[in-house]
């Protein structure tokens, strides 16, 4: 057996009797359930499931209804990282995920699964150490993207006729509204809701000084009423 293992897919019934192996064996469920004692440990790998069965350890299953599962019989020792039951009663996605695909692989006779899919699949199930895992990439990009704020003012100027919410401006640029509320802080010295009020409040002067009537400012800015809008020009 090559060092990376070999896969198979196997369909399980009846206890054949307790025995061990001297390599790792890894199981994927892709139907039926399978319950398995590992040295004296009960588990259970269902559709979805999965474990990882270390070297010399003796085990014994049954399947009453039928199992199918991917098997990867494996003398790399990397697989020693994956025998921690949290890694084994839920395998992580990723490695779900190339399960399915390796599973139909071999169905249909593709060499690159067995070549590469026993080192896929260690990778895969390998949780991420800290030093190599990967910051969010949302939050990079939240940091890195520059806010066009006269493009947002002139935006913002065309919807303060609907109830506009943080939500809605930091959608609009891309960032979550706790995100927008502190590039706000740091950009523009105030707080999201400050600089939602300000702006309102400074295209109805707009449109006030053109002549508008204050009815039709409060219409087209969002204020309840005039009297609302006659309020907030005052205050500011």
Request: hydrophobic share 40%; aromatic share 6%; proline share 8%.
């Amino acid at each position: 057996m090559d060092t990376t293992g070999s896969l198979s897919l196997r369909r399980y019934g009846p206890s054949p009797g307790s025995h061990s192996h001297d390599h790792f064996q890894v199981l994927l469920g892709l139907a039926g359930a399978l319950e398995l004692e590992i040295d004296g440990r009960g588990m259970r790998v269902a559709t979805g499931g999965g474990c990882v069965i270390a070297p010399g350890a003796h085990h014994d299953f049954e399947a009453t209804g039928g199992s199918l599962c991917l098997v990867l019989d494996s003398s790399d020792m990397g697989w020693t990282h994956c025998t921690a039951p949290a890694l084994q009663s839920a395998p992580p996605p990723p490695a779900l995920t190339l399960a399915r695909y390796l599973a139909s692989a071999l169905q249909q006779g593709r060499p690159l699964a067995q070549a590469h899919g026993p080192a896929l699949l260690l990778e895969a199930w390998l949780p991420p150490s800290p030093a190599s895992r990967t910051p969010n990439p949302l939050d990079a990009t939240a940091r890195r993207r520059a806010i066009d704020w006269p493009a947002l003012r002139a935006w913002a100027a065309l919807q303060w006729h609907r109830p506009l919410s943080v939500a809605d401006i930091a959608r609009q640029v891309h960032l979550s509204p706790s995100q927008f509320a502190a590039r706000c802080r740091e950009e523009q010295g105030q707080g999201a809701m400050a600089w939602l009020r300000s702006q309102r409040l400074e295209h109805a002067r707009l449109l006030r000084s053109g002549g508008m009537a204050v009815a039709e400012v409060a219409r087209r800015t969002g204020y309840r009423s005039p009297s609302a809008l006659t309020a907030a020009l005052r205050r500011g």
